[in-house]
């Protein structure tokens, strides 16, 4: 088994307070299984889970730096922000990958539950190692019956799970951790409270079908004792993405696909928490990171986003209604680095060039070998 260290920025000038040993694809390993073309020649419904996972990416990087830097003000402990008192939360991760982003939050927050997910069991297989090598206890689990200790002394759960994106396979990861939940030494669960992706938006990934599991596990709330306007707590529920898009007119899909399934859309820049010279040393130049929340009342008619009055319009209401939400549950998240979700910053192309064929330098993508 390959291992490599892995760094989390934990300060704005680069300096890291946490590592992790994660296993692997080797560099060389890695490149030919991305470039295998016997299986895919020809066959335009090539489904199987591709291997881009069986690396660590800059979105991951950065997304861990994000969670490194904010985690602790949008997912404060349970008691604080919670009528359930002890209910215990769940942090899912999509498209796992090696689990450097869900490693962090298993780190971060001690006090919550983490489920990392992912389509390949290569990449699943990669996590429970990294897991073993860190001696953290981990339960390997499908949709219907997981292995691994887990005793009702143990107050939170570490999971890894195969998960596709759709709809019957994410009812099924809602039943497991309703499952697990019940084993836990505080037995209330307290539903999803953020769900966490890196490097997913890349060419062929359906966004619709991400984002609609997003939706479906943020609204799952957990245990009917917890049961209120958003599931007895204050503290938002939330989706955040981070990524450099690789999807022609990706940032604008993504958005429609958003306002569609009724969440409201920000973005986070980057030079928010992470210094200028550091962000251009480590090749994440085009680099972002979106936060997605669910509105109580979604958009009307999302294809009127065309007309650039009302595109604004709409992103300025949203950047407004998630401040209003982070003041009201009287976090201590810094909402001025909030950003409407077409703002460019520097190295990055969200607005109009984005679409048009030349739109993309060749100084703004991640270089790495």
């Avoid at 004792?225 to 529920?237: E, F, Q, Y």
């Amino acid at each position: 088994m390959h291992y490599e260290e892995f760094e989390v920025i934990t300060a704005a000038n680069g300096a890291p307070s946490l590592k992790f040993d994660l296993a692997c694809a080797t560099a060389r390993n890695h490149y030919i299984r991305c470039t295998k073309t016997q299986d895919k020649q020809g066959n335009d419904n090539y489904n199987s889970p591709c291997s881009t996972g069986l690396r660590v990416y800059g979105g991951a990087q950065v997304l861990a730096a994000f969670l490194a830097r904010f985690g602790r003000d949008l997912l404060p402990h349970t008691a604080e922000h919670s009528t359930c008192g002890d209910a215990n939360p769940w942090v899912v991760e999509l498209g796992c990958g090696c689990g450097l982003v869900g490693f962090t939050a298993t780190e971060l927050f001690p006090e919550v539950s983490v489920m990392f997910t992912d389509a390949s069991v290569d990449c699943l297989n990669l996590v429970a190692a990294s897991a073993r090598r860190h001696g953290l206890p981990m339960i390997q689990a499908d949709a219907n019956n997981f292995t691994g200790n887990l005793g009702t002394h143990m107050h939170r759960a570490v999971v890894s799970c195969p998960l596709e994106w759709r709809k019957e396979d994410t009812i099924q990861l809602i039943s497991l951790i309703e499952q697990l939940s019940k084993s836990l030494r505080c037995q209330k669960n307290g539903g999803v409270r953020m769900v966490l992706g890196s490097d997913l938006l890349y060419y062929r990934v359906d966004i619709k079908l991400l984002l609609t599991t997003c939706k479906c596990l943020l609204q799952y709330s957990g245990d009917a004792a917890c049961s209120g306007k958003d599931g007895g707590s204050l503290a938002p529920r939330l989706a955040i993405l981070s990524h450099f898009m690789r999807i022609p007119d990706g940032y604008k899909k993504l958005q429609l696909a958003a306002y569609e399934l009724g969440f409201g859309i920000v973005r986070v820049p980057i030079e928010a928490f992470i210094d200028v010279n550091v962000i251009q040393n480590r090749g994440w130049n085009g680099i972002s990171i979106v936060m997605l929340f669910l509105r109580p009342f979604p958009h009307a008619d999302s294809h009127s986003l065309e007309v650039s009055k009302s595109h604004r319009q709409r992103e300025e209401a949203d950047l407004a209604e998630i401040k209003g939400i982070f003041s009201e549950a009287h976090l201590p998240f810094q909402s001025e680095v909030l950003a409407c979700y077409s703002k460019k910053s520097p190295g990055d192309a969200l607005d109009d060039g984005v679409y048009s064929a030349n739109g993309c330098e060749l100084d703004t993508l991640p270089f790495r070998f």
